[in-house]
């Protein structure tokens, strides 16, 4: 609980939320940053295949509500005080709904991989020279593009209900308001049908797609704009304030990366969430098959975010927690202690290299940027009679460090500067965990305990939007004030596992491509 002062706050009051992989997060905070509420509300998704991932909307409607009912509970504010919403989500997603704007279908999430024949059709009939020319991207199912032509070819009685595709943070903001829209870093995170050049919908390629463009809004919003406001239902639904503006918020790692205070060229923000998405801000454009490029959320026309990442780096350190020590889990929940602690605990034992052990972190089937692969999956090299649960462990957490070391190497070979690097979101909290990544990388790392990411990113958004600040003012809402230094005794261990693991990256794509031939998906 936190507790605030009335006469320390400082009006008006600004209302953030992401909606992400495993639940929807809130916080409120006041005109001059400060925190006076938070709420999460669990979620999960569905995974009916290997490789596909799901989740109905709906679902997400429901957390949005009872997150902001429990942030109007616990703050005891008057919703009026509220000057404006925000809201991200993660991307890219597949809402498809009918004439009565009713889901038709689970969302294909960011996770789902499952357009790999789509995928490679548009690389046969289109290419893909063609499309990271115009576009920036190149072609995998990731992009939410290959998701819609899946949608079509193989559920083609779906696909003739279609009316609209919605973004996760557009549905809900339809629902709120009844507004249709999208921001410039979710159409980028579309993929194939978006120019970063022009920072327009290319009409071109849909042509090409056989997408057609009336499904998607018409007017791409920078994420500041306000696009609608909460409507009388919503706001019986919410308790928030009818006419409430709403802007249009973006992508969840962008914001995050906004809400650490990246707004120059050269700032590095990775946010170990359910996955990891390292990403840098660039306003000189400088392209890579190896990156996701699209409009920040921030001075959207001008800046880029370019990021790589793993799908799973949080959700390996969950695998482990529900699967290997699940009796440990039940009795620590029932003393209201948390698990994660007493894992760093134990890691902290084990030397780094984990006495030979490397993981390699993929544990959804297939891979986004820098990989770009269908087929690759996790791998644990080096087991022995002589490793233990805390030896398996801390392999987990140098698996992610090692992976964000490549991924760094990859901006930089575009040219691109790292000036500063900084973590946020859940992972981040781990003190081991930061002191791993340090060692790894081999340089000072940022990083500030409360920071909310994606939330605060969004309340930000919400105040330039309705005109009480400046993208400049986080800031003043966050101090990044903590610094962790490499110990480079230990860097110099990491850099032979290092070598290990670049090795064991080449050496298995056989191998995965293999397993995809045996049918295990």
């Excluded at 009051?13 to 929807?24: A, K, V």
């Excluded at 849909?206 to 009388?232: A, R």
Aim: hydrophobic share 40%; net charge neutral.
């Amino acid at each position: 609980m936190i507790n605030i002062d009335k006469g320390d706050i400082k009006y008006p009051l600004f209302l953030g939320t992401d909606i992400g992989t495993y639940g929807t997060k809130s916080c409120l905070v006041d005109a001059s940053g400060k925190i006076l509420a938070t709420s999460f509300i669990e979620t999960d998704i569905l995974t009916p295949r290997l490789g596909w991932a799901e989740q109905w909307p709906d679902v997400w409607w429901r957390a949005y509500r009872e997150s902001v009912v429990q942030i109007i509970k616990k703050s005891s504010v008057n919703p009026s005080d509220i000057a404006g919403i925000s809201i991200s989500g993660f991307s890219p997603s597949i809402i498809s709904v009918d004439k009565y704007f009713k889901p038709i279908r689970p969302a294909l999430i960011w996770m789902d991989r499952r357009a790999v024949e789509e995928a490679s059709w548009v690389k046969k009939t289109i290419g893909e020279d063609e499309i990271f020319k115009k576009t920036g991207n190149v072609i995998d199912p990731y992009f939410g593009f290959p998701k819609v032509l899946w949608l079509k070819r193989k559920e083609p009685n779906n696909w003739r209900k279609v009316h609209k595709i919605f973004s996760t943070q557009g549905y809900i903001i339809y629902k709120l308001s009844n507004t249709i829209c999208i921001d410039h870093s979710t159409a980028g995170n579309f993929g194939g049908i978006y120019d970063i050049h022009k920072r327009e919908w290319c009409e071109s390629l849909m042509d090409e797609l056989g997408i057609p463009p009336s499904v998607f809004p018409e007017k791409i919003n920078m994420s500041k704009d306000v696009v609608g406001e909460v409507s009388k239902e919503a706001a019986e639904l919410t308790g928030l304030h009818k006419g409430t503006p709403i802007v249009a918020g973006g992508v969840d790692a962008p914001v995050s990366a906004l809400a650490a205070t990246a707004l120059g060229e050269g700032d590095f923000v990775s946010m170990i969430g359910t996955s990891m998405c390292n990403g840098v801000i660039q306003e000189k454009l400088r392209l890579s098959r190896k990156l996701v490029s699209y409009p920040y959320v921030a001075y959207d026309l001008k800046m880029t975010y370019s990021y790589t990442g793993i799908s799973t780096a949080g959700a390996i350190l969950r695998w482990f927690r529900d699967n290997l020590i699940p009796y440990e889990k039940s009795i620590l929940n029932n003393y209201g202690l948390p698990t994660y602690k007493l894992l760093d605990r134990l890691a902290t034992k084990v030397s780094p290299g984990a006495n030979g052990l490397v993981f390699m972190p993929h544990m959804s089937i297939g891979e986004r940027a820098p990989f770009w692969s269908s087929s690759m999956r996790s791998c644990l090299f080096g087991l022995t009679l002589s490793h233990a649960r805390e030896h398996i462990y801390r392999a987990f957490l140098e698996a992610v460090a090692y992976a964000l070391k490549y991924c760094m190497e990859i901006i930089m070979e575009i040219g691109l500067p790292i000036r500063r690097i900084i973590l946020v979101d859940g992972g981040a909290r781990s003190q081991i965990w930061r002191q791993i990544i340090a060692d790894v990388i081999g340089r000072i790392i940022l990083y500030k305990e409360d920071v909310l990411g994606a939330p605060l990113g969004d309340a930000l958004l919400a105040a330039v939007g309705t005109g009480y600040a400046t993208y400049e003012k986080i800031n003043e809402w966050v101090n990044i004030d903590q610094a962790v230094h490499p110990n480079l005794s230990n860097t110099s261990i990491y850099e032979k596992y290092y070598k290990l693991y670049l090795k064991l990256y080449e050496c298995l794509d056989e191998c995965y491509e293999l397993a995809e031939d045996l049918n295990l998906r």
